[in-house]
């Protein structure tokens, strides 16, 4: 059972950066990794994922032009840099493999989750 463990976060103004980092205690070398973050009372919502071995990444939008992701997989390490943030990026972020499920779209893989980082925004 692999730990995930998020951290980055903070509070930012709008306009802000972040960059989250997210080290993995399994190999993520043969995984599509990427990012998910929730607000409560709402479901967690894929934000990004990147290709085992790049570079292919996908951003969903609106976060697209803003944010990227990127990985180191020999140190099984996965980014996020959060860029031009709005309140509306409020959220905890997490990292987790991606995979695809036609009924529910880009959701995580391992169990379980890790703590994930919290983003704050002000206006």
């Known amino acids: 059972q692999q730990q995930l463990v998020e951290s980055g976060g903070g509070l930012v103004q709008a306009g802000g950066s972040l960059r989250l980092s997210c080290v993995s205690t399994?190999?993520?070398?043969?995984?599509?990794m990427g990012w998910f973050r929730q607000t409560p009372g709402a479901e967690r919502e894929f934000v990004a994922l990147?290709?085992?071995?790049?570079?292919?990444?996908y951003i969903k939008p609106p976060m697209n032009g803003r944010f990227t992701i990127s990985r180191n997989n020999a140190n099984n390490t996965v980014w996020l840099q959060m860029n031009r943030l709005r309140p509306e990026d409020t959220a905890i972020y997490y990292c987790?493999?991606?995979?695809?499920?036609?009924?529910?779209?880009?959701?995580?893989?391992?169990?379980?989750w890790g703590q994930g980082t919290q983003v704050t925004v002000s206006s």
């Open positions: 987790n493999s991606v995979i695809f499920r036609s009924r529910d779209g880009y959701v995580g893989e391992w169990s379980p």
């Open positions: 399994r190999n993520i070398g043969s995984y599509t």
């Open positions: 990147i290709k085992p071995t790049g570079p292919y990444f």
